[in-house]
């Protein structure tokens, strides 16, 4: 059985932004894995197919490991098709049964499982028109399974998601190395710490509230503090850092100062003291020294975020920090509102004041305005660097799918830096 | 109207605060710009003029002359009115 994963909407898509705009939906991290992870863990299909935004495809099938936007894998096996947005934990429907579409009370497909023989009668050239065949000829059940709708979703639920995969991944012990003395407050067996993995001397690992994960070749320095649940990555390095619970870092992250509840993708730093709470970081993005975000109003009302830079959308909770998209960089000193938007591959020169709480994708934010800086070819320069300094490359790909995505986002660029500019020849 | 060379001037002037603007001046080594004054700089030029330059292409202008020559060709390109 072949599981089929779909990330074409843009509506959808927007309320993951700028986390989204360089990656499909599934690749989102939450608890202890991404969303495609926990999908393939609760169906266990033989293999898995996706489909992206066009943009996307050509750097996403250097990463995948099955085909990426190939209508041929719609045939030859029976189909499970799921919503990748769908709560994993919460998605009961059998892989295996007569052919059928899960629909939500809007219609939006959640599932649809077809078999091999029904797959070929809906034959086409690409998925939404097989998908709409599909829809049209097969029964259509009421689904109510959850799906995340916004990436706050994602980091208020860290805390919860990385103790029910604790509990799934059934490991605890040291495989690594503790080098005494180390601390560890609360339940044992809600430590694990993996091969090759080294706690320096005078860490605590605290456990009371929730489980500790700390994985292959990650390095906890002296003086850190990991209080769980917590999920610490491959490779990742905590630099005397007060880590605090619900917390998802890594792969290859080097972290210091206070975080809190927080999930930041693989190969980005925040190696100095600062906080940074109930926030969302992408990967290869640096925090300079000091950078702070704020997570809880004043009045404790709750946190509005604004997606484009026009319209705020309320998300109904108190704590929310800030959403850091893929390859950007913040200055020493840079202050974040409560509920801010950097998007990707923005520069960040602080002022000492709090930034606006909407900095659109490729913006450098110089002297309190957003201006062209000095482009995208600097700023591709600077990723360029950054990756060959971990070893990893700067593909032809991955730079045509961020020019797409520099074009795609030019509109609100424009309309912060004409705002800026108006600033600027008062 | 003010002359290209005379707005050049006057923005320049302006922005990095200095009394007097040459055409042989460098922005960097002799009127004291840093980066991030530069990014401004073409920033205040765009909206003096009513233009779009190409980042990498303001930005490897040296001097107040080349500034000059520069803007008048991206106005012309553009059928932005000067002189």
Known sequence: ?426 | MATVEERVKAVTARKLGVDEVKMSDNFTADLGAESVDSIELVAMFEEEFGIEMDEDAALSVQTVGDAVKFITKVCKEQGVEIE
Not at chain 1, 110 to 131: L, N, P, Q, T, V
Not at chain 1, 316 to 341: A, F, P, R
């Open chain 1, 1 to 426: 059985m072949r599981l089929i994963l779909i990330d074409r909407s843009a509506e959808i898509r927007f309320n993951f932004f700028p986390l989204a705009l360089g990656r499909p939906l599934w690749e989102l991290r939450c608890g202890m894995s991404c969303l495609k992870e926990k999908l393939v863990a609760k169906i266990k299909p033989d293999d898995v197919a996706y489909f992206v935004p066009d943009y996307m495809a050509e750097h996403y099938r250097k990463q995948a490991s099955g085909p990426v936007n190939d209508a041929s894998a719609l045939s030859g096996a029976d189909l499970i098709i799921v919503d990748p947005l769908v709560k994993a934990g919460d998605f009961n429907v059998a892989a295996k049964g007569k052919s059928e579409i899960g629909l939500n009370e809007d219609g939006r497909v959640i599932y649809a499982r077809i078999s091999k023989g029904d797959a070929k009668r809906f034959s086409s050239r690409d998925i939404e028109g097989f998908i709409a065949s599909a829809k049209a000829g097969l029964p259509g059940v009421v689904c109510k399974v959850p799906t995340w709708q916004y990436t706050w979703d994602l980091v208020l639920a860290n805390p919860e998601q990385i103790t029910a995969e604790f509990s799934a991944a059934d490991r605890s012990g040291i495989d690594g190395a503790v080098e005494e003395p180390v601390a560890i407050r609360g339940n044992k067996k809600s430590v694990y710490v993996a091969r090759g993995a080294k706690i320096h001397p005078m860490v605590t690992i605290d456990a009371e509230n929730g489980p500790v994960y700390i994985d292959e070749d990650a390095v906890i320095q002296p003086f850190s503090r990991v209080e769980g649940p917590c999920y610490i990555g491959r490779k990742s390095i905590l630099l005397g850092a007060k880590c605090r619970e619900g917390n998802s870092i890594g792969p290859y992250c080097r972290i210091g100062g206070e975080v809190e509840e927080s999930i930041i993708h693989g190969y980005s730093n925040k190696y100095h003291d600062g906080f940074l709470g109930h926030s969302y970081v992408g990967e290869w993005v640096n925090l300079g020294a000091l950078t702070t975000n704020s997570d809880l109003k004043n009045d404790y009302s709750s946190v509005s975020v604004m997606l484009d830079g026009r319209q705020s959308i309320d998300t109904g909770s108190t704590k929310v920090g800030s959403l850091i998209g893929d390859h950007t960089k913040t200055s020493i000193g840079t202050l974040l509102n409560t509920g801010s938007y950097l998007g990707a591959m923005t520069i960040i020169m602080a002022t000492g004041k709090p930034l606006p709480k909407y900095i659109p994708s490729f913006a450098w934010f110089v002297e309190g305005i957003v201006t062209k800086g000095f482009g995208k070819g600097r700023l591709y320069e600077t990723a360029r660097t950054a990756m060959s300094r971990r070893k990893c490359n700067w593909t032809p790909e991955a730079e045509a799918m961020w020019d797409a995505v520099f074009e795609m986002t030019s509109p609100e660029r424009m309309a912060a830096i004409k705002k800026g500019r108006k600033t600027l020849v008062k």
